[in-house]
């Protein structure tokens, strides 16, 4: 049991211990802050919300772009 | 975490403001950083015909979005550069936003229209994927909107594009390019006015900003643009703002504050006169324009068939019958 946690680009699906905050569990994975957006259903998580066992998140990287 | 302007429950926050926002104060701040960015550059008028370049992705999508909001009268062109199934689902994004919207998307079929694709044009022609689509890219949006009769061409760079390029071109002392990096370039000899609205927003604020609306866009990332400097410099940035939150901004806006017109007499040495391309028309330096070279090392052909190359796609039709 823990907090499903969906990653993309590769695609990709973890199991985190919680409860934990968004900015502990993007540390844990050693993620920038300013380089993902928390998605949950919807809508977004902020950085201070406590993720439980029974959450589903997906981490969606914003970067992209080719150079010209 | 609190929204600043209102105090209810905050769904993003924005360290280089300070600031926590919900879902409206959120939507409130990007239509007010895109009317600025606008304002302060002279980007368009009310009442300008504009056509917006889409790719499917998070920017385009946001930025037509947010211009339709703001009251802006915007058709969509995408460019269909045949890059496998990452073509067929970007197209799909971007005919699925103005099929719901009941907008007018016009569209470019690279491979049937100029017979070359970006995965195998960019080896015949011995060009970088990322430089050989820059190029089509651009080509085709001036074609576009000149042949369309639109006033102004917006495209979807945000703050993180802008930083990016400008770190580039500082590490390697580029002093013309860095004289030309300016959120809108005007006008000229059959050039288009193209325009920035979104560099006053991250990409990290563009992706929220269409979460939060409900936009589908494509999420996965080029399979060309996999490990190119572009995305190098932006890692780095972030790495940057990670501990100095605010530092993307100062660095490209102060750039454009006190530095960018010290190199602006460089670029203006270096524009040479330009003529009509001598097989398309376009404006050129050279007798043949880079594109059409491109086209002929690719193994296409440039048309001659006084057909433009963007036609109005038909929406709510499959992708395979789309266009008549």
């Known amino acids: ?68 | 975490m609190k929204c600043v302007t209102c105090k209810g429950p905050a769904v993003i926050d924005i360290r280089r403001h300070n600031a926590n926002f919900c879902v409206d104060h959120f939507f409130e701040l990007c239509r007010r950083q895109v009317m600025k960015a606008i304002d302060d550059h002279s980007m368009i008028a009310k009442g300008e015909k504009v056509l917006v370049a889409v790719s499917g992705g998070k920017d385009s999508l946001a930025v037509w979005d947010l211009l339709l909001d703001l009251g802006y009268e915007a058709d969509g062109l995408y460019i269909g550069l045949g890059i496998g199934e990452y073509s067929d689902t970007s197209g799909d994004h971007a005919r699925a936003f103005a099929t719901e919207r009941g907008l007018t998307l016009l569209e470019v079929d690279v491979p049937g229209r100029f017979g070359y694709d970006i995965p195998s044009g960019s080896r015949a022609a011995r060009r970088a994927p990322c430089s050989a689509c820059g190029l089509s890219k651009r080509h085709l949006f001036d074609e576009a909107a000149i042949q369309g009769g639109y006033d102004v061409l917006v495209t979807g760079h945000n703050l993180d594009d802008e930083a990016a390029v400008l770190f580039g071109n500082t590490l390697h002392w580029q002093t013309d390019f860095l004289g030309r990096q300016h959120p809108v370039l005007p006008a000229r000899d059959g050039f288009p006015r193209k325009v920035k609205p979104l560099v006053r927003l991250t990409e990290r604020e563009t992706a929220a900003y269409c979460v939060l609306r409900g936009i589908d866009y494509l999420v996965d990332e080029c399979p060309m643009a996999a490990g190119n400097k572009h995305i190098s410099y932006k890692l780095a940035l972030n790495d940057i703002e990670k501990m100095s939150p605010g530092a993307k901004h100062s660095f490209y806006f102060g750039f454009l504050d006190r530095a960018a017109a010290l190199f602006e007499p460089e670029a203006e040495a270096d524009r040479e006169e330009l003529h009509p391309c001598a097989s398309c028309g376009a404006p050129t330096t050279a007798e043949t324009c880079a594109f059409c070279r491109l086209v002929d090392r690719a193994g296409g052909e440039v048309p001659h068939d006084d057909q433009p190359s963007a036609v109005p796609v038909v929406l709510g039709t499959t992708r395979a019958g789309a266009k008549q």
């Not at chain 1, 946690?5 to 409860?19: D, F, H, K, T």
């Not at chain 1, 998605?39 to 919300?49: C, F, K, R, Y």
């Open chain 1, 1 to 68: 049991m823990g907090v499903k946690v969906l990653l993309r680009n590769p695609r990709r699906e973890l199991e985190i211990p919680g409860p934990i905050t968004v900015v502990n569990l993007l540390a844990k994975l050693d993620l920038n802050r300013e380089a993902v957006i928390v998605i949950q259903g919807d809508t977004l998580v902020a950085g201070d919300a406590s993720l439980s066992d029974d959450d589903s998140i997906e981490i969606r990287p914003v970067i992209s772009g080719g150079a010209e």
